[in-house]
């Protein structure tokens, strides 16, 4: 089981979390091996170690979740209609001169449509706690004319593609073929 190293966690995140948590308690209760619980669960040995300390300390109690490090600015609406924004394009937001979303521009959008202002890391770990990644995009002239591309593919390719004629067998063998 890996978790996201970045972006916080979603409460349904968390609550996952939380159960295997408890479970490794539970184990910890009958005996089992730091090892065994690590490899069986997927988690590192030191997470198992880790957990182990906190539950003598202080029981399954001192296992369940502390609640979010932080909270989100957003409600669901607002970031119901940021997403749709993001979804939309940079171009219908106002972003015309180039059409990729940097971390400043989604700031900036943010910040226009709900009033709420996020630093460049702390939009970095929103967007990748609601399932967005940073994109590369299609590179694609402005004045691209999709005819144009359309004929030449039907017309041209066809001649461009053609193999070149042979005159005689060939063999990349350096034996010759008319000796027995």
């Known amino acids: 089981m890996r978790y996201a190293a970045a972006g916080g966690y979603t409460p349904k995140e968390q609550a996952r979390r939380e159960r295997l948590r408890l479970e490794v308690a539970e184990r910890f209760a009958v005996g089992e091996s730091s090892a065994r ?3 069986e669960l997927r988690v590192t040995r030191r997470s198992v170690e880790r957990w182990r300390a906190a539950w003598k300390r202080g029981g399954a109690e001192a296992l369940c979740s502390a609640g979010p490090v932080s909270r989100e600015r957003l409600s669901e609406r607002q970031w119901t209609k940021v997403a749709a924004l993001l979804d939309a394009g940079p171009g219908v937001c106002g972003f015309e001169d180039d059409q990729r979303w940097t971390l400043a521009r989604v700031a900036d959008l943010i910040g226009r449509t709900c009033h709420v202002s996020y630093t460049l890391t702390g939009v970095s770990k929103l967007l990748d706690r ?5 994109q590369v995009p299609v590179r694609r002239a402005a004045a691209r004319d999709e005819e144009e591309i359309t004929r030449w593919r039907e017309e041209t390719w066809p001649e461009v593609e053609r193999p ?4 005689a067998p060939t063999s990349a063998s350096p ?6």
């Not at 070149?164 to 005159?167: D, F, I, K, N, V």
């Not at 034996?175 to 027995?180: D, I, L, N």
């Open 37 to 39: 619980i690590a490899r």
């Open 130 to 134: 609601h399932g967005y990644s940073w």
């Open 164 to 167: 070149p004629a042979r005159s």
């Open 175 to 180: 034996t010759s073929w008319g000796r027995g």
